[in-house]
T-cell receptor, first 114, second 115 residues
Framework: AQTVTQSQPEMSVQEAETVTLSCTYD???????LFWYKQPPSRQMILVIR??????QNATENRFSVNFQKAAKSFSLKISDSQLGDAAMYFC???????????FGTGTRLQVTL | EAGVVQSPRYKIIEKKQPVAFWCNPI?????LYWYRQNLGQGPELLIR????????DSQLPKDRFSAERLKGVDSTLKIQPAELGDSAVYLC?????????????FGQGTRLTVV
């Protein structure tokens, strides 16, 4: 079974600043993938960024990047140049080839202030 | 292209009443998921379909929950009778077969309140 832990229930960042959201996971599988999803008040889960566990290079998507530490089972999300529209719940998740279902953490609520 | 469509967006019912949620996945997506998201938690899988077959329903409380996916397209999730603890957001999601490792697409969910 997979577990995902997000230890920061809430984070706050000023507009244009950088913030890092933490995530740790546990799995016995060697073939797995990691995701960060954003959930705004509309409730729709939106994919932010994806990382294949077999790749050493950290994924980046515009202002979003990850720090993937496989040995430590850590997968943090860095948001640069934060914007008001980034305010939302952020969920870390993992999926394995055998389970074929997403396992989510409990989420981090990100506030962006002026 | 339309995304995953769910209805209704909100539902308030009294305990012991039945309730049903409907989901239309993205066209061509073979795999359909129902997740339940309790307040302050991440979503948890209830059931996964590959075409018409329920391939993982181990977390579905089968005494009161049922689901179907007719013709491998639309799906309905039913609760009968509802209990107070069923209050949650019910999310439907879909992906191409074997492509959940790439991306799973979510609908906007149904917020159920049982009073």
């Amino acid at each position: 079974a997979q577990t995902v832990t997000q230890s920061q229930p809430e984070m706050s960042v000023q507009e244009a600043e950088t913030v890092t959201l933490s995530c740790t996971y546990d799995t016995s599988e060697s073939d797995y993938y990691l995701f960060w999803y954003k959930q705004p008040p509309s409730r729709q889960m939106i994919l932010v960024i994806r990382q294949e566990a077999y790749k050493q290079q950290n994924a980046t998507e515009n202002r979003f990047s990850v720090n993937f530490q496989k040995a430590a089972k850590s997968f943090s999300l860095k948001i640069s140049d934060s914007q008001l529209g980034d305010a939302a719940m952020y969920f870390c998740a993992t999926i394995t080839g055998t389970a074929s279902k997403l396992t989510f953490g409990t989420g981090t609520r990100l506030q962006v202030t002026l | 292209e339309a995304g995953v469509v769910q209805s209704p967006r909100y539902k308030i019912i009294e305990k012991k009443q039945p309730v049903a949620f409907w989901c239309n996945p993205i066209s061509g997506h073979n795999t359909l998921y129902w997740y339940r998201q309790n307040l302050g938690q991440g979503p948890e899988l209830l059931i996964r379909y590959e075409n018409e077959e329920a391939v993982d329903d181990s977390q579905l409380p089968k005494d009161r929950f049922s689901a179907e996916r007719l013709k491998g397209v639309d799906s309905t999730l039913k609760i009968q009778p509802a209990e107070l603890g069923d209050s949650a957001v019910y999310l439907c999601a879909s992906s191409w077969a074997g492509q959940a490792l790439v991306q799973t697409f979510f609908g906007q969910g149904t917020r159920l309140t049982v009073v």
